[in-house]
């Protein structure tokens, strides 16, 4: 079974900037398409980006482009969100996520993070 534990969340000012981190464990994290999630109070889980390979596509949700940046380390097992220009509205709690197998027909996964808490306020 994959394991995923995020860190890197914290209390920062508005403009201010966070990188989380997605250890993962129990599988070849440069097969899987990998993904970061939020949640806010009150609110559905949102997706915030995705990264498909190790040096392949990025995508991102409208609300943080040119803000934040998705990246991976594969012989660290780590993915990283670089976090900049921080707004209030950004605060949530941040998950890392397995999306798929990045192959041709790759399959389907669900594996996810406990999750870190990012709080932007003044």
């Known amino acids: 079974q994959v394991q995923l534990v995020e860190s890197g969340g914290g209390l920062v000012q508005p403009g201010g900037s966070l990188r989380l981190s997605c250890a993962v464990s129990g599988g070849r994290l440069s097969i899987y398409v990998m993904d970061w999630y939020r949640q806010a109070p009150g609110k559905q889980r949102e997706l915030v980006a995705t990264?498909?390979?190790?040096?392949?596509?990025?995508t991102y949700a409208d609300s943080v482009k040119g803000r934040f940046t998705i990246s991976r380390d594969n012989a660290e097992n780590t993915v990283y969100l670089q976090m900049n220009s921080l707004k209030p509205e950004d605060t949530a709690v941040y998950y890392c996520?397995?999306?798929?197998?990045?192959?041709?027909?790759?399959?389907?996964?669900?594996?996810w993070g406990q999750g870190t808490q990012v709080t932007v306020s003044s």
């Open positions: 990264i498909s390979t190790s040096r392949g596509s990025t």
């Open positions: 996520h397995v999306d798929r197998l990045a192959l041709i027909g790759g399959k389907r996964l669900d594996y």
